[in-house]
């Protein structure tokens, strides 16, 4: 069964950032920046599980800030082993639903421009471009601006 939920603090905290670590282009969170994104009022992190014979497997999270509206998909990443599977694209939705429960009409992210599963991923969700941050990633990758109007 899956499943997902918020992740409200807590031990979990250290598989999110060995997700980060696997998932080489996602943000390199710690434990601690999970803990302290978590506790921020204007942040959701959303979790996605999938339970098999009693044991339960961490697939991915997708972190969020948000507040009046306008968001920011601050951190995103599925397990290796476990993309294209289409867990990012239930996680991501469930996301995107959210905030527009929470009257959010601009989601915004970026991306490295090398990061093309990612920008294949939100082209899928028809974000699209609007603007170049140059050698934004350790001053080599440049990073897109993607939007989405919800
Ligand atoms: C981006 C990411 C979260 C997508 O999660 P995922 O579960 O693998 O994606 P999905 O299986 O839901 O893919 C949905 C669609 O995105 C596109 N896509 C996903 N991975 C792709 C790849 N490697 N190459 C090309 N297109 C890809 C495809 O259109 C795919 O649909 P399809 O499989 O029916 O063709 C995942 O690749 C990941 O964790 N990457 C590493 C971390 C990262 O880069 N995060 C984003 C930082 S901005």
């Not at 507040?67 to 998909?73: G, Q, V």
């Amino acid at each position: 069964m899956r499943e997902i939920n918020q992740f409200l603090g807590g031990e979990i905290a250290q598989t999110l950032t060995e997700i980060c670590k696997q998932s080489k282009t996602a943000a390199a969170w710690t434990a601690k920046d999970f803990q302290t994104e978590a506790a921020q009022k204007t942040s959701v992190i959303f979790i996605i599980t999938e339970s098999k014979n009693n044991a339960k497997t961490l697939l991915g999270f997708c972190a969020v800030r948000f507040a009046f509206e306008k968001a920011e998909i601050t951190n995103f990443a599925i397990l290796p082993q476990v993309q294209r599977m289409h867990f990012g694209t239930e996680i991501f939705a469930y996301t995107l639903n959210f905030l527009k429960e929470k009257g959010v009409k601009e989601v915004t992210l970026e991306v490295s421009s090398k990061n093309i599963p990612a920008q294949e991923f939100y082209k899928k969700f028809k974000f699209t471009n609007v603007s170049v941050r140059k050698k934004f990633y350790n001053m080599r990758e440049d990073a897109q601006i993607l939007k989405l109007n919800l």
